[in-house]
T-cell receptor
Framework: KNEVEQSPQNLTAQEGEFITINCSYS?????LHWLQQHPGGGIVSLFMLSSGKKKHGRLIATINIQEKHSSLHITASHPRDSAVYIC?????????????FGKGTHLIIQP | EAQVTQNPRYLITVTGKKLTVTCSQNMNHEYMSWYRQDPGLGLRQIYY???????DKGDVPEGYKVSRKEKRNFPLILESPSPNQTSLYFC??????????????FGPGTRLTVL
């Protein structure tokens, strides 16, 4: 069974700081997903990674398959980035794609 | 507008009274899934479906049923709800790809309370 660990659980930072959230998993995966859950509860998908690095605006996601580790970075953080960030891993192998989630990182960006 | 819809958004019910939470997507996605979210436990997968008439158990399937008779709909059925099924439920859908799924689109959530 895949275990997905996120760190830190909680993070408070000042506006403008560079933010890093980490995700590690225990078995081979086909893809790693990063999700954002807004204070109102809605969930949006930020990235899906199977290798390398992806960038969208101020958000960057990286994955190291050998080390079974992924990071989500936020540059020039802003109070509107305050949310819960969740990583989820889908297992290797063809066919079915169950997802295992980390418990989330609660990020607060103070003005 | 591309979206995943869930109904109802809020439901308070009593133990043992059968209920169905509907989920529908208009993006022609092959993959659909149900999750529950609980404080301290995060999101956990209940059931998922890779396509019509194909369903698989996730991590916490006990007490739930699903069906996928049409591509757009994936209802979650609680035959005899119990208080431990009080939770926030999310439905999601995505396209499939070789070896897995693509980014998921989530519904707005259904907050269920079982008394």
């Amino acid at each position: 069974k895949n275990e997905v660990e996120q760190s830190p659980q909680n993070l408070t930072a000042q506006e403008g700081e560079f933010i890093t959230i980490n995700c590690s998993y225990s078995v081979g995966i086909s893809a790693l997903h990063w999700l954002q859950q807004h204070p109102g509860g809605g969930i949006v998908s930020l990235f899906m990674l199977s290798s390398g690095k992806k960038k969208h605006g101020r958000l960057i996601a990286t994955i190291n398959i050998q080390e079974k580790h992924s990071s989500l970075h936020i540059t020039a953080s802003h109070p509107r980035d305050s949310a819960v960030y969740i990583c989820a891993a889908s297992l290797s192998g063809g066919g079915a794609d169950g997802l295992t989630f980390g418990k989330g990182t609660h990020l607060i960006i103070q003005p | 507008e591309a979206q995943v819809t869930q109904n109802p958004r809020y439901l308070i019910t009593v133990t043992g009274k059968k209920l169905t939470v509907t989920c529908s997507q208009n993006m022609n996605h092959e993959y659909m899934s149900w999750y529950r979210q609980d404080p301290g436990l995060g999101l956990r997968q209940i059931y998922y479906s890779m396509n019509v008439e194909v369903t698989d158990k996730g991590d916490v399937p006990e007490g739930y049923k699903v069906s996928r008779k049409e591509k757009r709909n994936f209802p979650l059925i609680l035959e005899s709800p119990s208080p431990n099924q009080t939770s926030l439920y999310f439905c999601a859908s995505s396209r499939t790809r070789a070896g897995g799924i693509n980014e998921q689109f989530f519904g707005p959530g259904t907050r269920l309370t079982v008394l």
